[in-house]
């Protein structure tokens, strides 16, 4: 039976039998009076057996069999070893083992681990190429760490150590072929089939996962621009525009812009804008024209001065009769004009339309009083 080196186990030791009889199955011994030796290759130990639970623990299973726990330091020596029991009135017992190291316990006991085998052909120069049978190394069948290694091992590998004579060997292109082969191998990069780099969690997946143009131009646009600032990039122009820290490229002409849009005032050569706080009064200001035609000016202006004043007097004063000094002499001269009060309780009011003129009285549509 094997034992796995320094480790504590618990074995079965019997059967113990009546020595008088041989056969009789001693099942109540008493633990204490048991003599235990156990022997690491040809060294003897002595060790005290008891029933209390702890250290070197035995106790009766059945028929005669016993159990009895071995410590890791009782473990501890590798090769032979052997545990013999003897009791007054009770024929001897022993029981062989061999205590092996831990991981060769563990791969063929165990089996959570595997024996470590060192080929010594391979340092000897005894496995050669022409010892290898074609197609013998699939590195498809190679584990994904070991194939990780393998490419991490290739692009970590100084150009310069595989630069031969030839100069088209890749080393020398790439540590000798200078900007042109540079741009070239850019350009076969980019040019590459996405489909032969489509591995779990690379790059080519993620832009070969059929994203669609819509998709792609709306991350972009997107994206925040505080996370691409970089000097002179398009993104911190877009900051400084949303910011107005600059105006066509000047920081001058946008805080200038700032204080005529905020009313701040400004003052600079041949240009001063006042603060919105030092105007006052009234604009003056010509008008020349209406929606750019100088004739619907003339037509307003004219129009504007067809007014006639005229006196609201004592009399007949009602919602829609009015008493009046206008100086026209002719009935109904004034029908179809607008009457409008300027002064008194109802001054503003006006756009009455005059429906008769009784030389003194003028007839007005609408019910309110004009005064």
């Known amino acids: 039976m094997y034992l796995k080196q320094s480790t504590a186990t618990t074995i079965t030791l019997g059967p113990f039998l009546d020595d008088s009889d ?19 290759n040809t060294t003897k130990s002595d060790i005290t057996a008891t029933a209390s639970g702890g250290n070197n623990d035995m106790a009766h299973i059945a028929n005669g069999y016993y159990s009895l726990e071995l410590t890791s330091g009782n473990t501890d020596t590798l090769g032979r070893f052997m545990v013999t029991a003897n009791i007054n009135g009770a024929l001897p017992v022993w029981r062989e083992f061999v205590v092996l190291p831990a ?5 063929l006991v165990a ?10 052909e391979i340092t000897a120069n005894l496995i050669t190429a022409a010892t290898i049978a074609d197609n013998a190394i699939d590195a498809g069948a190679l584990a994904t760490s070991a194939r990780d290694a393998i490419a991490d091992a290739v692009w970590d590998e100084p150009a310069y150590d595989h630069q031969l004579a030839d100069p088209y060997t890749t080393g020398w292109l790439l540590h000798e072929g200078g900007s042109d082969w540079t741009e070239l191998i850019a350009d076969a990069v980019w040019d590459e089939l996405l489909a032969a780099h489509a591995a779990a969690g690379s790059a080519g997946e993620a832009l070969s996962a059929g994203s669609s143009p819509e ?16 000097p002179n990039s398009t993104g911190l122009w877009l900051i400084y525009a ?10 001058t002409a946008a805080e200038n812009l700032k204080k005529v849009v905020d009313g701040t005032g400004l003052t600079m050569p041949n240009v001063t804008i006042g603060a919105v706080g030092s105007v006052s009064g009234t604009v003056a200001a010509n008008l020349v024209a209406i929606d750019s035609d100088p004739v619907l000016l003339d037509k307003l202006a004219g129009l504007l001065g ?20 206008l100086p026209s002499t002719e009935a109904g001269f004034y029908k179809d004009k607008s009457f409008m009060a300027i002064t008194g309780g109802n001054a503003g009011q006006g756009g009455k339309l005059v429906t008769a003129y009784d030389l003194s009285l003028i007839h007005i549509s609408e019910p309110t009083r004009p005064y």
Request: charged share 15%; aromatic share 6%; hydrophobic share 40%.
């Open 22 to 40: 041989g056969k009789t199955a001693e099942t109540g011994l008493t633990v204490g009076s048991i003599d235990v030796d156990i022997y690491k």
């Open 103 to 107: 991981n060769v316990y563990d791969s």
């Open 111 to 120: 089996g959570s681990d595997a024996l470590q085998v060192h080929a010594n």
């Open 215 to 230: 998709a792609i131009a709306d991350a972009v646009w997107d994206e925040d621009a505080t996370a691409h600032s970089l």
């Open 242 to 251: 949303k910011q107005g820290t600059y105006l066509y490229s000047s920081a």
């Open 306 to 325: 067809a007014g006639v004043l005229g006196l609201v007097t004592t009399g007949t004063n009602t919602a829609t009769v009015v008493s009046t000094l």
